[in-house]
Nanobody, 116 residues
Framework: QVQLVESGGGLVQPGGSLRLSCAAS????????MGWYRQAPGKERELVAL???????NYAGTVKGRFTISRDSANNALYLQMNSLKPEDTAVYYC??????????WGKGTLVTVSS
């Protein structure tokens, strides 16, 4: 069984920064791709950033240039550096790993609130 745990969310003022982390626990596995998603109140969950096994990366247009996704393969960890945060970035952020045998695995989410 694989579990993902996010951390790093919180309250930040517009223009501020936060760094989200996602750690995976469990037995040995192969990760095909890793991503961050978010869901704002009353909206559907959307992709924020994705990093594949070949290290290619995709960003949502709304965060490109402000957010940076990175991974620590040795520790099966995923990060999201968020700069120049805006009120519209307020959402619950989820990490997602696509893992052999298990398929898509999701964390429980961490709340990011951008407000003055």
């Amino acid at each position: 069984q694989v579990q993902l745990v996010e951390s790093g969310g919180g309250l930040v003022q517009p223009g501020g920064s936060l760094r989200l982390s996602c750690a995976a626990s469990g037995s040995a596995f192969i990760i095909h791709y890793m991503g961050w998603y978010r869901q704002a109140p009353g909206k559907e969950r959307e992709l924020v950033a994705l990093i594949r096994g070949d290290l290619s990366i995709n960003y949502a247009g709304t965060v490109k240039g402000r957010f940076t996704i990175s991974r620590d393969s040795a520790n099966n960890a995923l990060y999201l550096q968020m700069n120049s945060l805006k009120p519209e970035d307020t959402a619950v952020y989820y990490c997602n790993f696509n893992i052999n045998v298990y398929g898509d695995v999701w964390g429980k989410g961490t709340l990011v609130t951008v407000s003055s």
